[in-house]
C-alpha cells in the first residue's frame, strides 16, 4: 500500500504548502542567541515560513539542555538520593511547585540555569541544605538582632 503525504497549507499565508526539511533553528537562550544544527522543520513553499515538527521541538529542547547547563533528571535524582527525600519534599523544600519538580524528573521540562545552579549548590553544601529545610536562618535573625 502506497501513501502519499498530506500536503498541509501554510498557516502563515495559507498560498504554501509545507515541506519537510533539516536546517539550523535560530533561538535565544539565557539572553543569548543559539543556533542549533539539522533540526526537523517544515517551510513554506511560498512565504519561508518554518515551523518546528514535534522532532526538531524536542531537538531544541535538547541542545538548549546543554548549552544552558541544565541539571539532568540523574542529577535531580541524586539529590533526591543525597536527602533522602520524596519529590514532594523536595518540592516543598525548594518552593517550587510539585508538578513542575516531577516534569524536571521525568525530563519533560527543562530546569532553568538558576534553579540548576541552586540545585547543585545544595549538592555540594550540605549545611546550606540543612539550613534551607529547617529554615534555621529565622533563629539566626532573632540571635543576631
Known sequence: MNATPIKLPCPECEEG???SVIGNF????????????N??????SSCAESFLTPEG???VAEHLAKVSGSLEPAELKA??????????????????????????????????????????????????????????WMSSEVAAS
Not at 535560530?26 to 544544527?37: F, K, L, N, R, W
Not at 533540526?39 to 513554506?44: L, Q
Not at 527543562?110 to 540545585?119: A, E, H, L, N
Request: hydrophobic content about 35%; charged content about 25%.
Open 39 to 44: 533540526v526537523a522543520m517544515e517551510c513554506c
Open 17 to 19: 504548502q509545507l515541506v
Open 57 to 59: 521541538s524536542q531537538q
Open 79 to 136: 539529590f533526591l538520593e543525597k536527602y533522602e527525600l520524596t519529590h514532594r519534599e523536595a518540592a516543598t523544600i525548594l518552593g517550587i511547585g510539585e508538578k513542575n519538580f516531577s516534569r524536571w524528573l521525568s525530563g519533560k521540562q527543562r530546569i532553568s540555569t538558576s534553579m540548576s545552579r541552586y540545585i547543585r549548590t545544595l549538592l555540594v553544601h550540605p549545611d546550606a541544605f540543612e539550613t534551607l529545610r529547617t529554615r534555621n
Open 26 to 37: 535560530e533561538t535565544a537562550c539565557d539572553g543569548q542567541s543559539v543556533i542549533v544544527p
